[in-house]
């Protein structure tokens, strides 16, 4: 009806004449204007959306008799109109085939008696014996077997605090606006000070010259921070 009526209007703004046209866009937008007054928000329905938005498609000024509502909305619906169609194209209409029942047994049977297999081992007997299956199909249907849980970073330290030390540097200005490297090796175990030096200019060469001194004779622990 809307559409219809629209059509209704535009055939007859071809018939009247100019100055009765303009007379009667005067008087609609002047009871227009007191009625905004009055309603703050009107209630739109679907198809009085869908009118403006085709409208705004197929006329360049249609901002300009715009009262109802902001400009802004009418690109807003057209948006949201944009991505429900997409969304609707964008579905797929035919679902993945379900594996036959033979090959998910055999998944499942692999996985059991070979549980070091990976799923890139159990898809590569599958494609030997001639079933071509995707890696995803493969995780899906095979036996997950629970892996042991690995100790925390907490208990790693705890565990082998004597075979841990961390080494670092750090700068020290001097009065003379030089910059001095420290560079340290402590035990974790009782945080104590194993090795230090200090140089200007430190390089990978007096570094490893540092541990060296710190731990002659293959005494270095086993774990470095």
Request: hydrophobic residues 45%.
């Amino acid at each position: 009806m809307v559409l219809i009526s629209a059509l209704f209007v535009l055939i007859r703004s071809l018939i009247v004449s100019r100055t009765a046209l303009a007379a009667e866009n005067l008087a609609l937008r002047q009871q227009l204007t007191v009625l905004n007054r009055k309603i703050h928000r009107p209630q739109l329905h679907r198809r009085d959306r869908f009118f403006w938005v085709i409208l705004s498609q197929l006329w360049m000024n249609w901002r300009e008799i715009l009262i109802i509502v902001k400009p802004e909305t009418v690109i807003k619906w057209h948006r949201q109109g944009f991505r429900l169609y997409w969304r609707w194209k964008s579905k797929a209409l035919v679902s993945r085939p379900k594996i036959n029942k033979e090959i998910r047994e055999l998944i499942v049977q692999m996985s059991r008696e070979n549980p070091l297999w990976g799923v890139p081992r159990i898809q590569a007997e599958l494609s030997f014996f001639g079933f071509e299956v995707a890696q995803s199909t493969v995780a899906k249907y095979r036996i997950k077997t629970p892996k042991p849980s690995s100790q925390t970073w907490k208990t790693f330290l705890s565990n082998h605090a004597r075979d841990i030390i961390g080494i670092d540097f750090f700068t020290v200005p001097t009065a003379t606006f030089r910059d001095l490297y420290f560079f340290i090796i402590l035990s974790h175990e009782r945080r104590q000070v194993v090795h230090f030096n200090v140089t200007e200019h430190p390089t990978a060469a007096w570094t490893a010259q540092q541990s060296i001194e710190a731990f002659p004779d293959d005494t270095a622990p086993r774990f470095l921070l």
